[in-house]
T-cell receptor, first 112, second 114 residues
Framework: DAKTTQPPSMDCAEGRAANLPCNHS???????VYWYRQIHSQGPQYIIH???NNETNEMASLIITEDRKSSTLILPHATLRDTAVYYC?????????????FGAGTQVVVTP | EAGVAQSPRYKIIEKRQSVAFWCNPI?????LYWYQQILGQGPKLLIQ????????DSQLPKDRFSAERLKGVDSTLKIQPAKLEDSAVYLC????????????FGDGTRLSIL
């Protein structure tokens, strides 16, 4: 079973920030939080990952709470191309060849 | 760099027939994965290779599914005979195997069983 809980769907207006929540209350100290997204008819795409510090890259920002039991993925200026299913996954980083355990994810729809 | 290549993109067969999918991972990636994604669900791992050896095939229905990775590069996944419940997207992914490196996915093969 997936170790994370995400809302099944959310809408976001184009140009606004999209904040995607994820609960991972049973996360272990050596587990990272990974985010992937899957655009329709494509394979999952890696977005970002982090352990306990906030992380930012060209695609998104990841905010992890101090107790690490939840996190938020932020898409700063959502575009129509960001419409996708977003998956939050916890995984031991040292298990570099380990499988990814996907849940159902959050269907994000960006509207004009 | 070139991404993970998969073929064919679509395949339609009748139940009890056989089918094969092909994957070419990112150059230099030692680890290769096959996932099955049923409509409305997240991908589920079927089998994982490290170079040409199997690391995890615990979720592979071995009575009908088989996979190989000759020479530690390309891989094929075969289903024989196919069942209706095998209708899904079959995704291939690869990673370098180094710590903290993400998996990169191909766009998958959509299989429909009639």
């Amino acid at each position: 079973d997936a170790k994370t809980t995400q809302p099944p769907s959310m809408d976001c207006a184009e140009g606004r920030a999209a904040n995607l929540p994820c609960n991972h209350s049973t996360i272990s100290g050596n587990e990272y939080v990974y985010w992937y997204r899957q655009i329709h008819s494509q394979g999952p795409q890696y977005i970002i990952h982090g352990l306990k510090n906030n992380e930012t890259n060209e695609m998104a920002s990841l905010i992890i709470t101090e107790d690490r039991k939840s996190s938020t993925l932020i898409l700063p200026h959502a575009t129509l191309r960001d419409t996708a299913v977003y998956y939050c996954i916890v995984r031991v980083a040292s298990d570099s060849w380990g499988k990814l355990q996907f849940g159902a994810g959050t269907q994000v729809v960006v509207t004009p | 760099e070139a991404g993970v290549a998969q073929s064919p993109r679509y395949k339609i067969i009748e139940k009890r027939q056989s089918v094969a999918f092909w994957c070419n991972p990112i150059s230099g990636h030692a680890t290769l994965y096959w996932y099955q994604q049923i409509l409305g669900q997240g991908p589920k791992l079927l089998i994982q290779f490290q170079n040409n050896g199997v690391v995890d095939d615990s979720q592979l229905p071995k009575d009908r599914f088989s996979a190989e990775r000759l020479k530690g590069v390309d891989s094929t996944l075969k289903i024989q005979p196919a069942k209706l419940e095998d209708s899904a997207v079959y995704l291939c992914a690869s990673s370098s195997g180094r710590a903290n490196q993400p998996q990169h996915f191909g766009d998958g093969t959509r299989l429909s069983i009639l």
